[in-house]
């Protein structure tokens, strides 16, 4: 997770595994460009917290 860069386009959260979960949401939005799409496919984010980071939301 540390090696990964901080610019991605998009993040896809296809399953809700626990260790994701237990981090903060904006170190998991930090790994992504700003205005980047996060698609949290299982509904598992608080969509008012991923909004106000500046991320577009895109859930199923």
């Known amino acids: 997770w540390d090696k990964?860069?901080?610019d991605a386009d998009a993040i896809v959260a296809a399953v809700s595994h626990k260790q994701y979960k237990a981090m903060p949401l904006g170190d998991i939005l930090g790994?992504?460009?700003k205005g980047?799409?996060?698609t949290d496919v299982k509904s598992a984010y608080d969509p008012a917290a991923?909004?106000?980071a500046g991320a577009t939301l895109w859930r199923l």
């Open 4 to 6: 990964l860069p901080k």
């Open 31 to 33: 790994k992504m460009k």
């Open 36 to 38: 980047g799409v996060f």
């Open 50 to 52: 991923i909004r106000a």
